[in-house]
Structures are given as C-alpha cells and as structure tokens.
C-alpha cells in the first residue's frame, strides 16, 4: 500500500509560476515511476510528465519548456515545477505511481493516485 500527497496548488495569475509537490508513504519510492496527470472540468484526465526510478524524464508536448519534472528520493517526493503558466494549465493536478519505466504516457498502470490539488491560472 502507499499514500500520496500532493501539495502547493493555488491561485496564479498567466505567466507565473507553481511548484507542485507529491509525498509518498508506505513503499520504496525510489524504485518506482512517478508520474503528473491534470484533469479540466469536462475533460480526461491527461499525461503531464512523468520521472522513472532512472531519472528518464517524458514531458507532454503541450507544457514542454515549460514544466520541468525531478524527484528527490530522499524525501520521497517528486516535483512538478511548472513556469510561463497559461489559462489553460487550470486543472487538478494528480501524482500516481506505476512499476513500469515505458509506456507512462498513460493512467494504464498506475496503481496509486494522490487526491490532487487544484492549479488555477487567472487571465
């Protein structure tokens, strides 16, 4: 079992910046793929970024040099640092854990899921 807790949500303005934090318990979280999911009133829930055990990061075309990903191993917890922030990054923000290292562009395989914390960008 593991528990994750993400953080550091809120209110920004376009153009600012957010950094999202996930807490993780219950497991070695070292070994494991961490990965960035955001779902929009009305929309699926869609790929952000994701970090594996090896550091190997995959970004989403649509937040690429913006959103940057990195894990900290000690603290067991991931990050999400997301800059240049536009409308559109409105969404609650998910962390999720999977085993897998490929194919983590996808919620198939993720077996634990934080509760989210809700991103809001003001134009």
């Known amino acids: 079992q593991v528990q994750l807790v993400e953080s550091g949500g809120g209110l920004v303005q376009a153009g600012g910046s957010l950094r999202l934090s996930c807490t993780a318990s219950?497991?070695?979280?070292?070994?494991?793929?961490i990965g960035w999911f955001r779902q929009a009133p009305g929309k699926t829930r869609e790929f952000v970024a994701a970090?594996?055990?090896?550091?190997?990061?995959y970004i989403a075309d649509s937040v690429k040099g913006r959103f940057t990903i990195s894990r900290d191993n000690v603290k067991n917890t991931a990050y999400l640092q997301m800059n240049s922030l536009k409308a559109e990054d409105t969404a609650v923000y998910y962390c999720?854990?999977?085993?897998?290292?490929?194919?983590?562009?996808?919620?198939?395989?993720?077996?634990?899921w934080g509760q989210g914390t809700q991103v809001t960008v003001s134009s």
């Open positions: 999720a854990t999977t085993p897998q290292r490929f194919g983590v562009r996808t919620t198939t395989g993720y077996n634990y």
């Open positions: 219950g497991r070695t979280f070292s070994s494991y793929t």
């Open positions: 970090i594996t055990w090896s550091d190997s990061t």
